[in-house]
């Protein structure tokens, strides 16, 4: 199973960027998907995630009302739409997806599979 992450880039402040995250590779049963993030010298953080046959969706405080997570099963593919972005959503973005369907889902600790990473960088 291959996670390719992409979409990131520069941005002023206040700008928007659309993040994808295709799922490739063998037959995958999914459990959610999610967003992580490490800020420049900081740990890894949880964005969101989604479920993926029901589609319920949690979001970090940081983030709430700023970005949106979506994905389309067919297409095996997330998204992360990211708005009103302020230099403090400067990191490496991953994607994230585990066949698990129980536990914390915004714990990176759960997931299996890891995109390689995209930089957003938000200046301001």
């Known amino acids: 199973v291959q996670l390719q992450a992409s979409g990131g880039g520069l941005v002023q402040a206040g700008g928007s960027l659309r993040l994808s995250c295709e799922v490739s590779?063998?037959?995958?049963?999914?459990?959610?998907m999610a967003w992580f993030r490490r800020p420049p010298g900081k740990g890894r953080e949880f964005v969101s995630y989604i479920t993926w046959t029901l589609g319920r969706t949690d979001y970090a405080e940081s983030v709430k009302g700023r970005f949106t997570i979506s994905r389309d099963n067919a297409k095996n593919t997330m998204w992360l739409q990211m708005n009103a972005l302020k230099p403090e959503d400067t990191a490496v973005y991953y994607c994230?997806?585990?066949?698990?369907?129980?536990?914390?889902?915004?714990?990176?600790?759960?997931?299996?599979?890891w995109g390689q990473g995209t930089q957003v960088t938000v200046s301001s």
């Open positions: 590779g063998r037959t995958f049963t999914h459990g959610p």
């Open positions: 994230a997806a585990t066949t698990r369907n129980w536990g914390d889902y915004s714990d990176y600790s759960i997931y299996d599979h």
